[in-house]
Nanobody, 117 residues
């Protein structure tokens, strides 16, 4: 069972920045993908950003140019740098890891991001 521990959420004002971190209990370099989803109560979980095994990235249109996903393989950690935050970015953010062999997904516990003036 892969364990994912997230940190970095909080309450910020519009235009502020936050960096989310997600540390895995496995060697993330051997996985198929890692990334971040977010969910607002009553809505479906939305894929925000992901990084595939060899480093390619993709983002949902609403965060392009504002959010950046990166990873530190030595620390088994993936990051989500969020700049120019907007109230509509308010959600619970979940880190995920996808196993390369089984393609199973493992999830973090979620971290809350509140953007409000």
């Amino acid at each position: 069972q892969v364990q994912l521990v997230e940190s970095g959420g909080g309450l910020v004002q519009p235009g502020d920045s936050l960096r989310l971190s997600c540390t895995a209990s496995v060697n993330i370099a051997s996985g198929n993908a890692m990334g971040w989803y977010r969910q607002v109560p009553g809505n479906e979980r939305e894929l925000v950003a992901r990084m595939l095994r060899f480093g390619s990235t993709s983002y949902v249109d609403s965060v392009k140019g504002r959010f950046t996903i990166s990873r530190d393989n030595a620390k088994n950690t993936v990051y989500l740098q969020m700049n120019g935050l907007r109230p509509e970015d308010t959600a619970v953010y979940y880190c995920y890891y996808q196993d390369r062999i089984t393609m199973n997904l493992s999830w973090g516990q979620g971290t809350h991001v509140f953007v409000s003036s």
